[in-house]
């Protein structure tokens, strides 16, 4: 263990992938009567896949004073061991980000509100930091400005960046919105006569028990008062949405943009059988992303798919860990290989992404000592080429094995028997939209922020 | 002459005005509408202020007049008997009387009616006196009879679409969240009820059910019961079917006699299930039916085409629907209903799609007197314009000439077309034609009539379609079936009926 630690310690943190936030806004008559707070942690927990080294909160109540507590905890944790010094409110928003020292934003001056974000507005390099300049531009804007809705709106189209935010002020408005690009995905839903809720994503929506009904659309601000929900574009939107999202980021039950998860992981499963196809005895996914692309290979290809690994311990994702020890330890945890899969079997082995290759080639080997022939890797997403601008922290560009070998090279590395990538093309067409309204900035595909 | 002042009777006084019989049209409203008092006026004929719901005023009016027939428009005149006191003075009335009107006042008689006469499309029900007696019993039985975890709490009246709350507890871990809400809302209920007098029931608990909703309106004379284009209002107050139950934000109609995730059969079947009730209640009461009926409805799971509440008028904004591209004679239907030939006219309507988009000043539909008393300014040259129509709804003229909000919806604006995202977006661009002049806000929604909504309701269509028609093919729809740990089958039909025997309805 030790000599993990030398060999990594030079690693920066590749950890922030993205927060999930949450807004829930009751209206009408009773509306007070409704603890927030309950929903969120439901609400939160299903959102934990996007981060989990902090948890923030915030909620207003009758009394209109806002209350925030933030903690670098687990949200089960947060919500044992902090939640109750939270105030009750009927209305509340928060957040479950991989960053620590994250959480919900104060700001106090000149008018009081509180905000939560995904992605990164374009005002520092770090998220955090980030959100804040942010925040405290929109409080100056609405001071400024009168109306709420404009001066948002005016924030949205100064501030480049691809980001999701929902911000609550004293005077009870929760305000939500997109930058112009919509990298950053927003959803909303209801429940019965009484309640609106936004989240990051749609799974979320089904855990609290609301039923989705729309999306923020990319450059909307959409804002909850008392009386009113009052919605509008700022701009035509300029469609880039995040397609690392529907590949690995978003649970398999979410909706975004409208869009399935799941059947975007179908289709992918399906392409990566299309393409150079193989000859093989089993097909194996590696858990949990990979399992879905696992399961439309083999139906495509008809070579049978087995489950390969089971896990040891509680189930968290092996990117989200903050040190490459703790992920290193995270997969092998994660990833004891079923011996009677893959014993005298030529495999097919497909997962998600690869940013370095260890943990890729410490799963190889398993398979290979535990007696597979052949060892094929096919991966779910094209090549990672650069670093993310929206805050998924890619590690620097020279530590991405795919942008520095080729295919063939990386196989030699891993020791697999072959290694292929999904190509951006086929990407594109497993998502379904053009690839002008997407966002690989990761795979090396750029565009200008107009 | 016409009996209420908000948009629906706006259209019906343009629709009467249009006759080619040239009538004088004759009106009584709380309020001053500005549309219908223009009408009367060119016309000749007059407009008085008149609380609507004291028969003796509202027939005084009529009397001294000399009007040929009554029609009235909301449903609180027909509770309160003025259609039993115009035709006792002689008068021919369009307008379902107080005790046929239970079928719309009484949201528990109309369950009572349905399984008393075992019609089609009913929900399971239970009604409560206090909130305590509602509290204790869907606290205890809740295990017992699993449908009252998942609930609509409604106040037992017609109340304006005001006081529904669907409380969905499915989520065991919310449990205790939702049951609290529960109890809180029924003690808001009795409280709320107070209000009303002359009915027994203050609270009422149905099974909860979801689908899409649909209202059909009919006219009727007794004998037939005419069936009008299905139209779908939207209840939620705002933006993303989220929040407060409203008497209806918008709706859309179109193409043709149904909606596009509403089929040929279900609309078929809805009519016969209006059809039963508007026939059950005649026998029950004794009284002929001559007016407008209404189902507002939904497609469930367990009994496909279901009753939801039922109108007896035309539904708001839903009357602007129907009403614009009805291409009979109003005057001659009306003769129609009052002689009982119904069935020799021939009621025809256009083919286009229509949109309605109610606006309202903020506070409504909760908090009614923030909405008050706001000056409104509208500029209906420039919404004519566009191609949409303009109705007046909750707004008075005042003697200076100016107009105030009433509190609900002040106008409703309407577009025909041949496609609902064209409608709607013309109506979008005339909603910043209309504003008030104190600078309180008004809001309306902008999703009402676009492809997505309509996409939304047409996929929630086909799952519960699906759900249903498997039922009708096993022979077991209309039935629900509860195994209990311990207790074994428990069939909360026979359970409801073994309760309502002995009672009269």
């Known amino acids: 263990m030790h000599i993990y630690r030398d060999i990594y310690k030079h690693i920066p943190i590749f950890g922030s992938l993205m927060p999930g936030i949450i807004g829930f806004y009751p209206f009408g008559e009773g509306r007070e009567n409704w603890n927030a707070c309950r929903f969120l942690y439901y609400g939160l927990n299903a959102l934990q896949h996007r981060g989990q080294e902090s948890t923030g909160l915030s909620s207003l109540g009758k009394d209109r004073l806002l209350s925030t507590i933030n903690d670098d905890v687990m949200v089960e944790d947060f919500f044992k061991e902090k939640a109750g010094s939270l105030k009750e409110g009927h209305i509340a928003i928060g957040q479950t980000s991989p960053i620590k020292g994250d959480g919900v934003i104060y700001v106090k001056e000149p008018v009081e509100l509180v905000c939560v974000g995904d992605g990164k507005p374009d005002l520092h390099p770090d998220k955090v930091t980030a959100f804040k300049i942010f925040s405290e531009k929109l409080s100056q804007m609405i001071y400024k400005c009168g109306d709420t809705l404009e001066a948002t709106k005016s924030i949205i189209r100064e501030v480049h960046g691809g980001y999701s935010f929902i911000v609550l002020t004293k005077n009870e408005e929760m305000i939500c919105g997109r930058d112009i690009h919509g990298v950053k995905p927003l959803e909303i839903g209801a429940i019965g006569f009484d309640i609106g809720i936004v989240a990051s994503e749609t799974a979320a929506l089904d855990v609290m028990g609301a039923e989705h009904t729309g999306s923020v659309n990319p450059g909307e601000v959409v804002i909850f008062d008392p009386l009113s929900i009052r919605r509008e574009r700022c701009g035509e939107p300029n469609r880039k949405y995040c397609s690392f999202e529907y590949i690995y980021l978003a649970r398999l039950d979410s909706y975004l943009n409208g869009i399935s998860v799941s059947k975007v992981r179908e289709n992918i499963g399906r392409a990566l059988a299309r393409e150079r196809p193989i000859q093989a005895n089993v097909v194996i996914g590696i858990p949990e992303t990979a399992l879905a692309f696992a399961m439309a290979y083999s139906e495509e290809a008809r070579i049978p798919t087995r489950i390969g690994f089971v896990r040891t311990g509680r189930y968290t994702r092996s990117a989200i860990r903050p040190t490459q020890l703790e992920r290193l330890t995270g997969v092998q945890l994660k990833l004891n290989p079923v011996r009677y899969s893959v014993d005298n079997k030529d495999v097919i082995l497909i997962d998600d992404s690869v940013v370095r290759g260890n943990t890729l080639k410490s799963t190889v080997l398993d398979l290979k000592r535990k007696g597979a022939k052949r060892v094929h890797v096919k991966i779910g997403s094209p090549a990672l080429v650069a670093p993310c601008p929206y805050g998924t922290e890619v590690p620097p560009r020279d530590e991405l094995i795919g942008g520095n070998l080729s295919e063939e090279e990386i196989s030699y590395v891993i020791g697999a028997d072959s290694f292929s990538f999904l190509p951006i093309s086929k990407l594109v067409e497993c998502i379904g939209l053009k690839e002008s309204e997407l966002c690989m900035k990761c795979f090396g595909v750029d565009w200008e922020v107009k | 002459m016409g009996v209420g002042n908000g948009a629906r009777e706006h259209i019906i006084a343009k629709k009467l005005a249009e006759s080619k019989y040239r009538p004088k049209v004759y009106w009584v409203g709380e309020l001053q509408n500005p549309g219908i008092l223009r009408i009367c006026k060119q016309s000749g004929g007059e407009y008085a202020l008149c609380k609507t719901t004291d028969p003796e005023k509202v027939v005084t ?445």
């Open chain 2, 61 to 505: 009016h009529a009397l001294r007049w000399g009007v040929d027939f009554v029609f009235v428009g909301p449903e609180e005149p027909n509770f309160h008997g003025v259609p039993d006191i115009c035709e006792k003075n002689g008068i021919p009335c369009i307008g379902a009387s107080s005790k046929l009107a239970k079928i719309e006042m009484s949201k528990a008689e109309l369950r009572r009616l349905q399984w008393k006469y075992d019609l089609k499309g009913k929900l399971l029900f239970k009604t409560f006196r206090t909130a305590e007696e509602a509290s204790r019993y869907l606290e205890k039985y809740s295990e017992t009879l699993t449908w009252l975890q998942n609930v609509a709490l409604k106040p037992a009246r017609q109340a304006g679409g005001r006081g529904v709350k669907v409380v969905d507890d499915r989520h065991i871990y919310l449990h205790d969240e939702k049951e609290r809400f529960k109890k809180q809302h029924a003690s808001w209920l009795e409280s709320y009820m107070k209000s009303f007098s002359g009915i027994e029931d203050k609270i009422l608990v149905e099974e909860k059910v979801w689908g899409p909703e649909y209202t059909l309106q009919c006219f009727t004379d007794g004998k037939v019961v005419k069936g009008m284009p299905l139209v779908q209002d939207n209840k939620n107050a705002h933006e993303f079917d989220i929040g407060t139950e409203t008497g209806g934000m918008g709706s859309i109609s179109g193409p043709g006699m149904t909606l596009p995730f509403i089929t040929k059969d279900e609309y078929e079947e809805s009519l016969k299930i209006v059809d039963s009730i508007v026939k059950a209640i005649q026998d029950e009461v004794g009284e002929c039916y001559h007016g407008v009926v209404a189902g507002q409805m939904m497609i469930t799971e367990v009994e496909g085409p279901t009753i939801i509440e039922m109108y007896s008028r035309f539904g708001d904004p839903e009357a602007l629907n129907v009403l614009s591209t009805l291409k009979t004679d109003l005057i001659d239907i009306c003769y129609g209903i009052i002689d009982g030939r119904l069935s020799s006219i021939n009621i025809e309507f256009e083919d286009s799609v229509t949109v309605v988009k109610a606006v309202a000043p903020k506070g409504y539909p909760d908090f009614r007197d923030l909405a008050k008393n706001h000056p409104v300014i509208v500029d209906e040259e420039k919404i004519v314009n566009e191609g949409c129509e303009f109705y007046w709804g909750s707004a008075d003229l005042k003697d200076d000439g100016s107009i105030v909000t009433g509190g609900s919806r002040v106008c409703e604006i309407l577009c025909k077309s041949d496609r609902f995202e064209e409608a709607s977006e013309r109506i979008e661009r005339c909603i910043a034609y209309i504003r008030l002049g104190d600078g309180w806000g008004l809001f309306h929604r902008s999703d009402i009539g676009s492809l997505e909504l309509l996409a939304r309701r047409m996929d929630v269509a086909d799952r519960v379609r699906r759900l249903y028609r498997y039922r009708l093919e096993k022979g077991i729809l209309g039935r629900r079936f509860d195994w209990l740990p311990g207790l074994g089958m428990v069939d909360p039909v026979a359970t409801l009926k073994k309760s309502l025997m002995g009672e009269s309805v």
